[in-house]
Structure formats: structure tokens, C-alpha cells
């Protein structure tokens, strides 16, 4: 940039699961020196927080009112990225997630221009994502793989093959790169199916799908920190136990393709294993989440389901049974 003639302020330190409080402060960075542009180098985490800061810049309220939809965005800072990390797909989407440090809330927004300009996605830069968080990704891509396979109440053909061809690609990717975290055609098909798994083109068509175990991760990782794609392959086998007989059929259909066994149980059983073989927590005892913290974590899913307006399907009886389920 600097060989470019392009001035720029370096806002450092964001985390996994990103804060709101840095936002805040990439907020005021841009506000006072009058940004034009934010650009995300890192992961899914550093995106998040680059769409945060783009939305927040031009507007006079609190950021944190898109997250609470209170309000939407209606213009932002142009958005550019460069990933080192592949697991979100946020490179494709318009979606931001961030925690709020006070309230232990982690939400999310979409606003209608917050898709990125450009982003740039090169598997040499990839190279070096440690074990866990290569494995992390891996599940952080089943999960929205699945999320709507698993819960669709139609779901086209086309779109069950194209949602079958990521998950085998991440399958294969993932194993190649534990073997050997350099392989540049397996690093970039891994990245092009993190982009795949969340760029919208799996909705076409669909009907009725919902993201249930991004709504119950979420509390999770606000709550202990756990790595996002952690969170989830705890709670993925666990909701699976209990979405099974509301699809019966999609998920003998899962069990089949993926993993040539018979019926939804074993489907779940081969995920679950599949998870322990790479190395990806499938408990929550295995994320240091106390088993004791049930009824706690039920009461704050709650809140968090009548904010949306969804306690029909939420109940604490659903959440008090994956939960449970994850023990």
C-alpha cells in the first residue's frame, strides 16, 4: 500500500470470536481519520470484525443496533480482504458475527452492501493455519453444510449433490493436509469449499432451512471462548440426535453418501468418529465446558431465542436435549 501511495491506519489484535469493544475501536479509527476503505488480513474473525468497522463508520448510532436489529446498515466503507484462513466463507457473504464483551452476547448482522469488493484468496498464505484450527475450519464448514442440509424441508437434487461434493471435499482436503499442511491443491480446494459451503449458491432453491447449531454454538464460544468450529463439532452430533426423525429420509441419505453406512444413527456415529479421527472435540467435557452449566446455558439460549422471536422452535426443552445430548 505504501509503494501504492495508499495511507493506512493498522488496527491489530483482533481475536477469535472477535469483540465488539474492537470494533469500537476500529470504529474510531476511521471515523477520525476519515477511512474510505477497511481492509481484513487474517480469518473469518478479522472479516467479521472489518464488516463490523465498515457499517459502524458511517453510522451515528451504536454499531451494536444493527446486531440487535434495531437498525440496518445502509451504506459502509468499502470492504477488501486477504484470507489466511478458510473456514467462514465470509469472503462471499455479506454476514458478520462479533461477541459483545459485556453482555456475553455473540449476534450477528447482514447488511445489504457489506459484501466484500474484492477478496483475495491464496492457499500459500494459508500454509502455515496450525492443526487445530485447520481441523476447527473443517467442522465450521460442515456445520453450514449441514445446517441446511439436515433441515431443509425441501431441498432440490442439484443442491444435495453440490452440499455432498463440499463435505467429500473437505473430508479428503482435511486428511491430505494433516498428512501434509503444504499441499497447495489441497489447501485451495479446501478454501474453495469453505467459500462454496457459505456463499448462498447451497440456498437455491431451498426451502425452510435453518442454521440451529450456529444459534446454540454461538452462547457457547461468547460464553468459554471455544474455538467457533470447536463448538460446533460438539454440538452437530448432538442436535443430529435430536433433528433425526424430523428427516428421516435426508439423513439416511447423509449416512448413505458420506459414509456408506445404513440409517440415520450411524450417519451420526460416523460423523462423530470422523470428528475424533482429525482431532476436532465431539463433548463438552473435551471443550472444558462444565456438564453443570446445562441449566444456566439453557436459561441464556432462551433469551437469546425470544430475542429472534423464535421460542416455538427453541424451547428449553430443545436446548436442555442437545445440550444434553453433547455430554
Known sequence: MADNGISF???AGVQSNPLLSKVYEGIKIAKSKGMEAVLAV????????????????KYDGDVWD???HKAEPNQNLKIFDIMTLAATGSEMNNYAVVTNDETKQKLSFAGASTFPTVSVINPELQASVTRDYLVYSAADIFAHSLDLYLSATYLPGFIAGHVENILKTVMRTTEILLADATNYEARAEFAWAATQALNFTTFCGVQNNRFDTHFLEHTLSAEYNIAHGAGLSIIMPAW????KNNLLERFEQFAKVMFNVEGADAGIEALKNWYVKIGTPVTLKEGNIPEE???????????????????????????????????
Open 9 to 11: 491506519e493498522e488496527l
Open 42 to 57: 487474517g480469518g473469518g474473525s478479522v472479516l467479521d470484525s472489518s464488516k463490523s468497522i465498515a457499517a459502524g463508520a
Open 66 to 68: 444493527f446486531f440487535l
Open 240 to 243: 443430529m440426535k435430536w433433528q
Open 293 to 327: 452449566d446445562i441449566p444456566v446455558l439453557v436459561e441464556k439460549l432462551s433469551v437469546v431465542a425470544a430475542m429472534w422471536g423464535a421460542t416455538a422452535l427453541y424451547t428449553p426443552d430443545m436446548i436442555r436435549t442437545v445440550l444434553e445430548n453433547a455430554k
